[in-house]
Nanobody, 123 residues
Framework: QVQLVESGGGLVQAGGSLRLSCAAS????????MGWFRQAPGKERDFVAC???????YYSGSVKGRFTISRDNAKNTVYLQMNSLKPEDTAVYYC?????????????????WGQGTQVTVSS
């Protein structure tokens, strides 16, 4: 069982930055693929970024070049650095985890989820 706790969300002006963190419980964090998803009101949960256990990263087209996912296995934490934020980035951001060697971009491929953290970007 893995528990995930996100933090770092908040209100920011367009063009600003935020860094989200996701702390994971358990001693096997380094073996997990990690992902970030987001869900705006009335919309589906969308893929944002993921990182494999070997630190390969993959991004959705809408955030590539602006967001960076990284992990610190010593701290059991995955991060999402978000720069040049836009109002359309406003959503609840969720951290997800699963075991496996590849990168995973579909929500139903992940087993463990955090409770989410709100990100609001004002224009």
């Amino acid at each position: 069982q893995v528990q995930l706790v996100e933090s770092g969300g908040g209100l920011v002006q367009a063009g600003g930055s935020l860094r989200l963190s996701c702390a994971a419980s358990g001693r096997t964090f380094s073996s997990y693929a990690m992902g970030w998803f987001r869900q705006a009101p009335g919309k589906e949960r969308d893929f944002v970024a993921c990182i494999t256990r070997r630190d390969t990263t993959y991004y959705s087209g809408s955030v590539k070049g602006r967001f960076t996912i990284s992990r610190d296995n010593a701290k059991n934490t995955v991060y999402l650095q978000m720069n040049s934020l836009k109002p359309e980035d406003t959503a609840v951001y969720y951290c997800a985890a699963r075991s496996g060697s590849y990168y995973y971009t579909l929500a139903n491929e992940y087993v463990y989820w955090g409770q989410g953290t709100q990100v609001t970007v004002s224009s």
